[in-house]
């Protein structure tokens, strides 16, 4: 049987796959674009699984992706919002000290803001008080006014149905299986659960499997995906309990951000996520999604992490393991605010995984979004957060490079 084909085949149906093939599809209404995802519905992974949160683009090194689509990520997402009417908490950010060594810290994200263009504001310790009666800070906090949290399967929902509008072609329940190796040039072939399918491009969106996607196809050779788990514990406190999203000074040589206060759209807080050390990659809670093959790869990487401490791993991990439970949890989150009770926070919520990227030469874990690929095929690695905020500037600088590697054809 002679395969299937599309001009573009997107593989993965979170934020990043459905904003690509909208844009790709928008940009070209002549080119069929397909996309597969391998479960039952969209969104089901780290896309749907995330803190929600609209990050304003503070943290990052000024020579980076994120920070050249956080800002810009974070307006765009703002407006898809406000203009479709889906929810979103405009309630901003309080970035606190916990001790007077942490000013420093203050002074570097606010530069670093300066330096990316985001709207930012060093306030004192009486003003932050007017913002967030509740807030605990030494001294000074910095106050981010474009922070905001939205409904992430909300968003994700009203993207694929512009996607299908544009005229992509979404299909549920089918999985990429491998490349054939038996397309000609300008092309590829694959493998799916429906069979062969060829087209003139492939862009793998695939999130925690992307690694695996790009290998077959010559690419994330010194890279590799482990998995970091996110658990949140939810606050039984009447929603407007808090008033703002309320974050530590992050360790700047890690990526992320340590645990903190979201409020959500509904106006009830959390705290989280953890960043502890998955098992496999879609390792959620018990054996759901238990793959042997892959408890056998990411333990011995692990393993490797840990007895040589590489990124400081084995601290990590002693630190990460801690707060699984409730009371350490909320003892890291009362350094944030006053009148925080291990009382109010008794529910765990669903937890999310990072497709974090670990330069394997290096031993490092990569910091920045990664684009690798040709004229044939492009891949999105490390699409950890913030992601999901940059998602519509970033399907613009996939489809801008896809332009670019076919024009040099
Ligand atoms: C705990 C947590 C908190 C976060 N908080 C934030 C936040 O507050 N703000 C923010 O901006 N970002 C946040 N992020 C990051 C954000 O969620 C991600 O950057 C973003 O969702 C990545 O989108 P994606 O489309 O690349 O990946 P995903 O949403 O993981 O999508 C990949 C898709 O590919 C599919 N797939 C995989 N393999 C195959 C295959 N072989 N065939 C077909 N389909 C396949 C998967 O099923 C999946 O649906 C957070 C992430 C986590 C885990």
Redesign the pocket.
Known sequence: MSPATADVLV???????LAVARELRSRRGDASVLL????PE??????????????AGFYYATDSLKAELTREGNRRLTEFCRRRDLPINECGKLVVARDESEQEGLDELARRGRENGVELEMVTEEEAREIEPRVRTAGRALWSPATATVDPEAVVRELARDAERAGVEIRTG????GATGGAGAGSVEVRTDAGRVSAGHLVN?????ADR?ARDFGYSRRYRILPFK?LYLHSDEPAGSYRTNIYPVPRIDRPFLGVHFTVGVGGRARIG?TATPAFWREHYRGLANFDAGELWDVLRREAGHFVRNDFGFRTLAAEELAKHRRSKMVELASDLARGVETDHFRRWGEP????QLVDVEERELVMDFLLQGDADSTH?LN????????ALPFAEVVADRIEEEQGRT
């Not at 089918?174 to 299986?177: E, G, I, K, N, W």
């Not at 999310?352 to 497709?355: D, E, L, S």
């Open positions: 593989v993965g149906g979170g934020v990043l796959g597969l995802e391998k479960e969209i969104g089901r992974h780290q896309s749907g699984r995330n803190s929600g949160v609209l990050h089918v999985a990429y299986r969106c695939a999130g925690l499997y996607v996110g996520p999310g995984v990072r497709a999105v699409a950890v957060s913030p992601g999901f905020t940059c």
